[in-house]
C-alpha cells in the first residue's frame, strides 16, 4: 500500500479569505498539493453552527472562498476541492462518532470551550456547535487524513479525532480509521490591521485577498503601529508593528526590510514610510491574485463545475470509508 | 393537495418483538395502514445510541424484528418498512437541527431525564444519546409525518419535534416542515410477567411474539398474580393482575371473562385455573402468528428484498424533504 499522505483542510464560508488565512494556511496549501493528496474542504455546514440563521451569507461564501482558492493557485487536478453539505457520508459517520464520546467530554473540549465565550452564546450554545468536534473527527476520518494543518488552538480538536479514532477501532476491532497528526504552518497567525491578535471578520480588521486597491490602500494607511513613535526622528519599536509583521510575512527583500527595521528602531524612519513599502510589497502580491480572480470571475459556472467534480472525487472516497465503518460495525444488510 | 395523513412509527432492533409491543403499537399498525400512509421505520442508528458496542445484535434483531412485523401482519404493499441506517437523509437532517436547538434544551429533556436513570449512564451519557430527540426529529420530519402513535413517556421527544419544525420553517421563511401530532395507541402499556408495570426485554419480564409455546407455557406458569390470594377459596383482586390485563388484551370473549372476573374476586376461583384460560387465549393469537413467521423464515432473501424496496421507497421520500430543507435554507449549489 503507499504511504497515506493524505491532508485535509478547509475553510468555513462565511466571507471572503483575508491575508491572515494566506499566511496561516493558503501558502501552505499550494506548497503541499505537491507533495501530499490535499483534500480542501468548504465546509458550509460547520459554518451554520453558529450561522444557521445566515445561510444566504453561506451560500454565497462558498463561491467567494472557491475563487480565492483558484486566485492563489490551489490546483484543482491536483487538489481536490469540494463542498462539505454534499458528502452525506460525513453526516453518517457523525452520528455514529456520536455514541462513542460522552456528552461530558465534550464540555470540556477547550477549543469549545473559548469559542463559546468569544462568541458570546452564553446559555445558548446550539447543539450543532457542542458536537463540532464530533463531525470534524467525522471530515477528517472521511478522508483518512493523516496529516491536519491547524493552529496551536485547534489542537484539542485533533486530539478528540485521535480519541475517536483509537475507540472506534477498538470497540468495533478494525484499523479502518486512520489516526492523524497535526502539522502546523510555519507562520500561525497574521495581527489584525489595528494590532489585535488574529485577523478576522468579525474583528473588522482583516485585508482581504479580493480587496481592490484603493481598499488596501485605506486599510494600510489606518493601520496600527507603535503608538509611542509619535515624532518621526523618535525611535520606534518593531516587535508588535503590525506593519513590520506584515513585511516579515510578504516582502521577498529580506535585506532592505532588514536595514528599514533597524533605521525605525534607531529613530528617523517615518510610519508613512514603512507603509509605503508595505503597500507596494502587498501590492505585488495581491495584483496577480486579483487579476487570475477576474478570469475566474467571468466563468462562475466553470467554478461551480470544478466545485462539483470535487465533491464527486470527495464523495468516492468518503462513501467509501463509510461503507468500511459500516462494514467493521457488522451493519451492512 | 391530498391531506397529509402520514405517519412514521417504528421499533429500535435491539431484540424481538414482544406481547407489550402488540398492544402498544403494532396491532394499531395493522390497522392504521388501510387508512393512513404509514412509514414503520427500523431503527437501528437510535438503537446504537445506547448500544454503540453490540453491533451484532442490532443487526441479527433487524431481521427479527422484519419478521415479527410481516407474521403480526404489516403489509409491506401498505406499509412502507424500511432501515434507518441506509436513510442518509436523516443523518443529514439531524445536522441542520442541532443548529436550531440549544445544549440546555437538550439537557432538560424529561423523557431523555428520565431513560438516562433507567439506563444507568450516570455521567458517561453517549453524545448519540443526548441528542437523540433531535435524530428523532429528523426521522419524523424526513416523511413529513402528521401523526406519530406514541405512549405518554414519548410525548416531550414530539415537544421537541414541534420547537424544531416552527423554528426551522420560521427561520427559513417556508413551509417545507410538518408539524406532527401524537395519537396514543387504546392500552398504552402491557405490565411483564413479574408484574412490573412495563413489559421488557431488559427488565427481563416479556412474552415474545416469537416464544414457542413450551416457552409461553412455562412463563405464564410462573406469572406474577394478587400475592394475597393464597387459598382458591380466598377473593382475589383482578385490578392490577398481570393475568387479567392480558386476558383483558387477547381475550375475545369477554362475557366469559367478566364472569371469571367476578367469580376471582368472590373468591373460589383459583391462579392456575384463569392461568389455563390465559394460555388458551395467549396460543390461539400466537399460533398463527408462529406459523406465518416460519413461512417467512423460510425465504430470509425475499425478507431482505422486501426490506430493500421499502428503502427504496423511504429514500424517495427523505431525499425529496432534504432538498426541500436545503432549498429553504439556500444551500443548494
Given at each position: 500500500m503507499a504511504e497515506n499522505k493524505n491532508i485535509l483542510t478547509g475553510d468555513r464560508p462565511t466571507g471572503p479569505l483575508h491575508l491572515g488565512h494566506f499566511v496561516g494556511s493558503l501558502a501552505n496549501r499550494v506548497k503541499l498539493q505537491d507533495t501530499h493528496k490535499q483534500y480542501v474542504m468548504i465546509a458550509d455546514m460547520q459554518a451554520l453552527t453558529d450561522h444557521a440563521d445566515e445561510p444566504e451569507l453561506i451560500k454565497s461564501s462558498v463561491l467567494e472562498v472557491a475563487l480565492d482558492y483558484l486566485s492563489i493557485g490551489i490546483d484543482p487536478k491536483k487538489t481536490v476541492i469540494f463542498i462539505?453539505?454534499?458528502?452525506?457520508a460525513i453526516s453518517e459517520l457523525t452520528m455514529y462518532y456520536l455514541n462513542l464520546v460522552t456528552w461530558n467530554r465534550l464540555k470540556h473540549n477547550p477549543t469549545v470551550k473559548v469559542e463559546i465565550r468569544q462568541k458570546g452564546f452564553?446559555?445558548?450554545?446550539?447543539a450543532g456547535f457542542m458536537i463540532y468536534p464530533i463531525s470534524q473527527a467525522a471530515d477528517i476520518t472521511a478522508f483518512k487524513a493523516k496529516y491536519v494543518p491547524v493552529g496551536d488552538d485547534q489542537i484539542p480538536m485533533i486530539e478528540q479525532t485521535v480519541e475517536i479514532v483509537r475507540k472506534f477501532n477498538r470497540t468495533y476491532n478494525t484499523s479502518a480509521l486512520v489516526e492523524p497528526e497535526t502539522i502546523s504552518p510555519a507562520i500561525a497567525r497574521l495581527p489584525g490591521i489595528?494590532?489585535?491578535?488574529k485577523m478576522s471578520k468579525t474583528l473588522n480588521n482583516a485585508i482581504y485577498l479580493s480587496d481592490p486597491k484603493e481598499v488596501v490602500e485605506k486599510k494600510v494607511k489606518k493601520m496600527y503601529t507603535d503608538p509611542n513613535h509619535l515624532r518621526i526622528e523618535d525611535p520606534g519599536k518593531v516587535e508588535g508593528n503590525p506593519v513590520f509583521t506584515y513585511l516579515d510575512a510578504f516582502d521577498p527583500d529580506k535585506e532592505k526590510l532588514q536595514s528599514m527595521k533597524d533605521h525605525y528602531q534607531r529613530g528617523g524612519l517615518g510610519d508613512m514610510v514603512v507603509k509605503k513599502r508595505l503597500l507596494e510589497v502587498l501590492e505585488k502580491f495581491l495584483s496577480p491574485i486579483r487579476k487570475k480572480r477576474k478570469e475566474y470571475e467571468k466563468d462562475k459556472t466553470a467554478v461551480l463545475q470544478m466545485l462539483k467534480k470535487g465533491t464527486d472525487q470527495a464523495n468516492l472516497v468518503a462513501n467509501q470509508t463509510l461503507k468500511e465503518v459500516k462494514q467493521a460495525m457488522g451493519i451492512v444488510y
Amino acid at each position: 500500500m503507499a504511504e497515506n499522505k493524505n491532508i485535509l483542510t478547509g475553510d468555513r464560508p462565511t466571507g471572503p479569505l483575508h491575508l491572515g488565512h494566506f499566511v496561516g494556511s493558503l501558502a501552505n496549501r499550494v506548497k503541499l498539493q505537491d507533495t501530499h493528496k490535499q483534500y480542501v474542504m468548504i465546509a458550509d455546514m460547520q459554518a451554520l453552527t453558529d450561522h444557521a440563521d445566515e445561510p444566504e451569507l453561506i451560500k454565497s461564501s462558498v463561491l467567494e472562498v472557491a475563487l480565492d482558492y483558484l486566485s492563489i493557485g490551489i490546483d484543482p487536478k491536483k487538489t481536490v476541492i469540494f463542498i462539505q453539505s454534499l458528502i452525506p457520508a460525513i453526516s453518517e459517520l457523525t452520528m455514529y462518532y456520536l455514541n462513542l464520546v460522552t456528552w461530558n467530554r465534550l464540555k470540556h473540549n477547550p477549543t469549545v470551550k473559548v469559542e463559546i465565550r468569544q462568541k458570546g452564546f452564553k446559555d445558548q450554545v446550539p447543539a450543532g456547535f457542542m458536537i463540532y468536534p464530533i463531525s470534524q473527527a467525522a471530515d477528517i476520518t472521511a478522508f483518512k487524513a493523516k496529516y491536519v494543518p491547524v493552529g496551536d488552538d485547534q489542537i484539542p480538536m485533533i486530539e478528540q479525532t485521535v480519541e475517536i479514532v483509537r475507540k472506534f477501532n477498538r470497540t468495533y476491532n478494525t484499523s479502518a480509521l486512520v489516526e492523524p497528526e497535526t502539522i502546523s504552518p510555519a507562520i500561525a497567525r497574521l495581527p489584525g490591521i489595528d494590532g489585535q491578535a488574529k485577523m478576522s471578520k468579525t474583528l473588522n480588521n482583516a485585508i482581504y485577498l479580493s480587496d481592490p486597491k484603493e481598499v488596501v490602500e485605506k486599510k494600510v494607511k489606518k493601520m496600527y503601529t507603535d503608538p509611542n513613535h509619535l515624532r518621526i526622528e523618535d525611535p520606534g519599536k518593531v516587535e508588535g508593528n503590525p506593519v513590520f509583521t506584515y513585511l516579515d510575512a510578504f516582502d521577498p527583500d529580506k535585506e532592505k526590510l532588514q536595514s528599514m527595521k533597524d533605521h525605525y528602531q534607531r529613530g528617523g524612519l517615518g510610519d508613512m514610510v514603512v507603509k509605503k513599502r508595505l503597500l507596494e510589497v502587498l501590492e505585488k502580491f495581491l495584483s496577480p491574485i486579483r487579476k487570475k480572480r477576474k478570469e475566474y470571475e467571468k466563468d462562475k459556472t466553470a467554478v461551480l463545475q470544478m466545485l462539483k467534480k470535487g465533491t464527486d472525487q470527495a464523495n468516492l472516497v468518503a462513501n467509501q470509508t463509510l461503507k468500511e465503518v459500516k462494514q467493521a460495525m457488522g451493519i451492512v444488510y
